[in-house]
C-alpha cells in the first residue's frame, strides 16, 4: 500500500471509531445495557463515577492490551502499541458521544428500545467501516484474536465465548458492588449481542466495493 492510501485507511479507522463509540453512547442513553465487551467498563462506571464510562472503556481497553502481550509475548507485534492511543480516542469519543444524546429525551421504555436499536446500527456502522479499513484492531478484537491464534480455534468461536465471560464477569462485578443487584447489564445487552454481528455484515456488504475504490 502506498503511504496515502495508508493515511486514507487510518483516517476511516479514526472515523470508525467515533461512529463505534457514539454507538455505545446510544445504547447506555438507553439504560437498558451495552454491547457485552462495553459491560465490564459500563458497570464500573455505575460503582466508580468518579470516572466516566469513557474512562473506563479506556482503562479497560489497555488491561486487554496488555493481556495481548502476556499471551502472544515475543509474538506481539508493536505497531499493535498504536491501540493504545486509539483506545485513549475512542473513550474521549464516547463520552463526547454521551454528551451528544443527553440531548435526546429517552424516560419511556419504548423510546429506551429505540436507543437501543439506534446504537446498535450505529455501532455496526462504524465496525464495519473499521473492518473496511484493515490497517489495525481494537483492543477487544484483537484480544479475541490473539487467543484463537495462540490456541488455533475459531475467531467467531472465540468471540462468542469472550463476549459471554464479558457478560459473567460484568454479572459478578454488579452482584459484588451492588448487594446482589444486577446493574448495567439488561436486555439492551442480549439484544446488542445477538443483533451486532447482523448489522455489522449488512453495512460490510453494501460499503466494502465503494470505500476500497476510495481508499
Not at 502472544?72 to 458521544?97: A, E, V
Amino acid at each position: 500500500m502506498s503511504k496515502t492510501e495508508i493515511a486514507k485507511r487510518y483516517v476511516l479507522f479514526m472515523i470508525s471509531l467515533f461512529f463505534s463509540a457514539l454507538g455505545v453512547a446510544f445504547t447506555k442513553h438507553g439504560e437498558l445495557g451495552v454491547s457485552p465487551i462495553s459491560s465490564v467498563a459500563n458497570v464500573m462506571s455505575y460503582k466508580f463515577d468518579f470516572f466516566s464510562l469513557g474512562t473506563w472503556l479506556i482503562i479497560w481497553n489497555c488491561f486487554l492490551i496488555i493481556g495481548q502481550i502476556v499471551i502472544l509475548r515475543k509474538n506481539f507485534q508493536l505497531i499493535q502499541l498504536l491501540q493504545i492511543p486509539l483506545s485513549f480516542l475512542f473513550g474521549w469519543f464516547t463520552d463526547l458521544g454521551m454528551w451528544i444524546v443527553s440531548f435526546i429525551s429517552a424516560n419511556t421504555y419504548p423510546m429506551c428500545i429505540v436507543m437501543v436499536i439506534a446504537g446498535i446500527v450505529i455501532l455496526g456502522f462504524g465496525i464495519s467501516l473499521s473492518i473496511i479499513a484493515n490497517v489495525i484492531m481494537n483492543s477487544g478484537e484483537a484480544f479475541v484474536k490473539a487467543i484463537s491464534d495462540i490456541f488455533h480455534k475459531k475467531f467467531g468461536n472465540v468471540k462468542i465465548v469472550f463476549d459471554i465471560f464479558c457478560v459473567i464477569m460484568s454479572i459478578i462485578l454488579s452482584l459484588l458492588f451492588f448487594d446482589f443487584t444486577i446493574v448495567g447489564i439488561r436486555e439492551g445487552t442480549i439484544i446488542s449481542a445477538l443483533l451486532t454481528g447482523v448489522v455489522v455484515k449488512f453495512f460490510n456488504d453494501k460499503l466494502k466495493e465503494p470505500l476500497n475504490k476510495i481508499l
